[in-house]
């Protein structure tokens, strides 16, 4: 599940899934979202992440500004998370302007308002981006 959230300046939105591993995913397929909207992406190259700091909660959002990192300086475009020990390898492409159509730019991920909680359901994850 995603969706997007009204917020004053910026970008606010929530993912969440029943898993970690899932929940990387939705948050890969919301940046792609934000970025390209509904344009197909393909599995071209891969990218590995390390997963880094000292909780989950670190450990994702440090995932997140990396992919904003990538896309802003390879204009890399995620489709897929598979997360391993202490990486995660995502895959996509770089941005094609013959088959991608640019919705937005993010310009950072913020740590205002970032909240990860674990529920009777899963993960759920908020999060605010620097358009």
Excluded: W
């Amino acid at each position: 599940m995603r969706r997007l959230l009204a917020h004053t300046a910026d970008l606010s939105a929530e993912i969440a899934a029943p898993e970690l591993a899932g929940l990387y995913g939705e948050a890969a397929s919301l940046l792609r979202e934000i970025l390209v909207g509904t344009s197909p992406v393909s599995e071209r190259e891969s990218r590995r992440i390390a997963l880094a700091g000292d909780s989950e909660s670190e450990r994702l959002f440090r995932f997140l500004r990396e992919l904003v990192y990538l896309a802003d300086s390879e204009r890399f475009l995620p489709a897929a998370v598979a997360l391993g020990d202490g990486f995660a390898a995502v895959t996509g492409e770089r941005f094609d302007p013959s088959r991608h159509v640019v919705e937005r730019q993010v310009k950072a991920l913020t740590r205002h308002q970032f909240a990860l909680e674990r529920e009777n359901d899963g993960y759920r994850c908020r999060m605010v981006f620097d358009l």
